[in-house]
């Protein structure tokens, strides 16, 4: 079972930068392919980016490609989301989530385990 806690997120200017990290407190980190996904008012939860269990591969939404970096940590259970360029359009809360799955990993129902997200405010 994965325990996920994120943190990081607060208000920044557009054009600024955040990191989002978030850790497992489970002993079974290293098998998961771990991923963001967030959340507008309004809008349903979308996905961010995801990176497989051994960190060699990565996928991102077109809308994030080239401005935010997923990487994560095995010895330490942590992944983090480097977000820069940030756009007003970034706005929302942020969730960590962890899958036992392989592949179609863009809707939200193939993930297993979520953390409780973190707001990420841009402002312009």
């Avoid at 959340?39 to 401005?67: L, T």
């Avoid at 953390?115 to 990420?120: E, Y």
Wanted: hydrophobic content about 35%; overall charge positive.
């Amino acid at each position: 079972q994965a325990i996920l806690a994120e943190s990081g997120g607060r208000s920044a200017q557009a054009g600024g930068s955040l990191r989002l990290i978030c850790v497992d407190s489970g002993r079974t980190f290293s098998t998961y392919f771990m991923g963001w996904f967030r959340q507008a008012p309004g809008k349903e939860r979308e996905f961010v980016a995801h990176i497989s269990n051994s960190g060699i591969f990565a996928r991102y939404a077109d809308s994030v490609k080239g401005r935010f970096t997923i990487s994560r940590d095995n010895a330490k259970n942590t992944v983090s989301l480097q977000m820069d360029s940030l756009k007003p359009e970034d706005t929302a809360i942020y969730y960590c989530a962890a899958s036992v799955y392989r592949d179609f990993l863009e809707p939200p129902q193939r993930w297993t385990y979520w953390g409780q997200g973190t707001q990420v405010t841009v402002s312009s």
